[in-house]
């Protein structure tokens, strides 16, 4: 079996050179890389790789720890997949992705247990788990979502501002003269639920307009986005029929919504006005007219988060904040509020 001795005495390069082709820690010229490689294909050699992280006490893995909706990601996730995926690929490092159930938070992962060298997580929520385990083992982390409370000035993180981006859209859809705006928000508990929800109340308090508790809505687990868009859109809209405009948390809660109104035999955006936050979607043909929507720059976010990740790895562990802006993008889903 031949080793990387056989390799670099082939390739006429030091062991070292060898195993930084391999690993890409460092950079290595194309020259030098292809005569390594081609080396190591003539002997037949595959580096040992469990070896070698055992020795560095590195897998050179990190992880993306995103609670699925049933293994089927929107395109925002696969955004912020690509986004992710790029920064490892420039510096060799692989990803695994860790979509868990709906239960996650009460089953925290045993950190010893998974190969990674630090991990993204998504969807932070008051008091979560998953922050307070990683910063209890010293492990390299950054979250996608404002960390809730005192983890905030303890912990990187990437977001949007989305206070700003709830109070963006509400101003929006007041501005094309809506007054009862249902919200359907994300689950409760969640950071970037929160902060959307404050958005929307700082918007209509700014309009001098009361706060409807009964135009908010959140997510329950136990509901798929596009059925909990239709079920909380079929019943709001029969009984409060002078709603004239929707914020959905997602274009799957669009979706939902779109379907309802259809039942209902409501027009959009005549009799009802729809804007989602996100503003690409897997489902664009089903969606007439098309949807509006905010876009949060998802692949942007993963790049930036994977990017402070691997920073830390490398032994940068300073706290840092990134903030991505976004962009209300106007179609064909909303117009001007009916006459009541």
């Not at 390739?11 to 690993?23: L, R």
């Not at 020259?31 to 294909?41: N, Q």
């Not at 976004?326 to 009541?340: D, H, Y």
Request: aromatic share 6%; net charge neutral; glycine share 8%.
């Amino acid at each position: 079996m031949a080793t990387i001795e056989d390799v670099a005495r082939k390739a006429g390069v030091s062991k070292s050179t060898v195993s930084n082709v391999f690993s890409r820690k460092r950079p290595i010229s194309k020259e030098v890389s292809e005569r390594v490689l081609e080396a190591a294909r003539a002997l037949g050699y595959k580096p040992n790789y469990w070896a070698r992280s055992l020795a560095n006490r590195t897998t050179r893995i990190i992880g993306l720890n995103m609670p699925g909706e049933r293994v089927k990601f929107s395109l925002f996730h696969l955004s912020l997949l690509n986004g992710v995926l790029d920064e490892c690929n420039k510096n060799g490092y692989r990803l695994l992705v860790n979509a868990l159930p709906g239960a996650y938070l009460n089953e925290v992962p045993n950190l010893s247990s998974e190969p990674v060298d630090g991990d993204i997580l998504l969807d932070p929520v008051e008091g979560d788990p998953r922050i307070a385990d990683r910063l209890r083992h010293n492990a390299p982390v950054v979250v996608i979502g404002r960390p809730p409370g005192d983890f905030e000035s303890k912990i990187s993180y990437v977001d949007n501002d989305n206070v700003a981006v709830g109070e963006q859209v509400t101003r929006y859809l007041l501005g094309l003269g809506h007054r009862n705006i249902l919200f359907l928000n994300a689950s409760d508990g969640t950071t970037v639920s929160a902060d959307r929800a404050l958005g929307y109340r700082k918007a209509l308090e700014a309009a001098g307009l009361p706060v409807d508790s009964q135009l908010q809505a959140w997510r329950h687990p136990a509901l798929t986005s596009s059925a909990y868009g239709y079920e909380a859109a079929r019943k709001m809209l029969e009984k409060r029929p002078d709603i004239t405009a929707v914020i959905a948390d997602s274009d799957k809660v669009a979706l939902g919504v779109y379907k309802a109104a259809a039942e209902a035999g409501i027009a959009i955006p005549d009799q009802l006005s729809v804007v989602a936050f996100g503003s690409e979607t897997l489902h664009a043909p089903d969606f007439q007219p098309m949807l509006s929507g905010v876009d949060l720059f998802a692949e942007q976010l993963g790049r930036e988060a994977a990017v402070q990740l691997l920073d830390q790895c490398a032994g940068n562990r300073s706290v840092r904040r990134v903030l991505v802006p976004t962009v209300l993008v106007e179609r064909g889903s909303c117009g001007p509020a009916p006459m009541m």
